[in-house]
């Protein structure tokens, strides 16, 4: 399975081509969710600092981090 990133991340595993930062954004969730070994799905790693980034999850949320309690939850737009 592939998805976004993972020709990225290859290439930059070969060459060592420096990356633009959403490209590497999108090659770092790649590598994170092993070439999206399950599918191309949301991680659900939201205290994640790319997390915001990962190409699938709902665009429309806005993702809260309470870091006192450590809680993750997605508010609709």
Known sequence: MGGLGSKDLARYI???EQLQRSIAI????????????DGRYDCE???????PF??????TAKIELN??????????P
């Open 26 to 37: 999108r090659a770092k969730c790649a590598e994170c969710t092993a070439n999206y070994a």
């Open 45 to 51: 790693i939201c205290k994640c600092p790319l997390y």
């Open 54 to 59: 990962m190409p699938y999850h709902g665009k």
């Open 14 to 16: 070969k060459t060592g």
């Open 67 to 76: 870091l006192v309690g450590g809680e993750c939850s997605a508010q609709p």
